[in-house]
């Protein structure tokens, strides 16, 4: 179990909140309070899932940036944050590769949120988007393997 743990967290989360959960209604007498430290090691994955999430959207506000804002100055720091979220997706995906095949699902779960959170953004600086944000969207490869050189 322990290199399941280093293997893959959110897979291990998975299973040993299972596991509790499954100890617990066999009617172990032990004195632990099984459900709350079940979901206590679950939050574990959540956590990696959530982080996973939230990478993911900051990479998709600042491609579409990128392709809508007019302005031009802070274009450099909106491809620095792609980078640096690009990186921590990959240490995610790292301790939890079973969170791979939920990328696709997380991409699309966000584009809508991404394209909201665009949109008020650029009114708020008081820019008129290049292109049309709705129709902004960006795949998987596009998502985590964008380059500066695009």
Known sequence: MGSLYRQDVYLWSREQSAALRKAASAGSNLPIDWENVAEEIESV????????????????EHLMRLDAAPAHDPRRGWISTIIDAQREIED?????????????????????????????????????????????????????????ER
Do not use: C, F
């Open 45 to 60: 994955g959540n956590s990696e899932r959530l982080a996973l999430s939230s990478h993911i959207v900051r990479i998709i």
């Open 92 to 148: 995610v995906l790292e301790s939890s590769p079973s969170l791979r095949r939920e990328v696709p699902a997380i991409i699309a779960k966000q584009m809508p949120r991404a394209r909201k959170s665009v949109g008020i953004k650029l009114k708020l600086y008081e820019e008129t988007p290049t292109v049309d944000v709705e129709a902004l969207s960006y795949s998987e490869e596009q998502v985590l393997g964008w380059h500066p």
